[in-house]
């Protein structure tokens, strides 16, 4: 069974940054590719980005893109999600995703709520 651990979320004010780790239970280079998830208050859940684990090809959702940087360290099994500038609307909570054979795994999720 993969676990997905998130940590890293938190406080902070508009315009500032904040990194969450996502770290897996088992070897990354068994993953096809990680990423992040967010569920804001009310509403659906919301593609953040992505990262394939053997190029290192990053993707990202329109509404982060040129602020929030996906990044892996394979021999630590944990994918990374740097947020920067962050806004109001970033307030949310974000999930950690891995892909395997086909399989999608969520894990529980970490809170981030930026003030204005």
């Known amino acids: 069974q993969v676990r997905l651990v998130e940590s890293g979320g938190g406080l902070a004010q508009a315009g500032e940054s904040l990194r969450l780790s996502c770290a897996a239970s088992?070897?990354?280079?068994?993953?096809?590719?990680m990423g992040w998830f967010r569920q804001r208050v009310g509403q659906e859940r919301e593609f953040v980005g992505v990262?394939?684990?053997?190029?290192?090809?990053?993707w990202y959702g329109n509404s982060v893109k040129d602020r929030f940087t996906i990044s892996r360290d394979n021999a630590k099994n944990t994918v990374y999600l740097q947020m920067n500038t962050l806004k109001p609307e970033d307030t949310a909570v974000y999930y950690c995703?891995?892909?395997?054979?086909?399989?999608?795994?969520w894990g529980k999720g970490t809170l981030v709520t930026v003030s204005s």
């Open positions: 088992e070897r990354a280079f068994s993953f096809y590719a």
């Open positions: 995703n891995a892909i395997k054979y086909g399989l999608n795994y």
């Open positions: 990262i394939k684990f053997s190029s290192g090809e990053a």
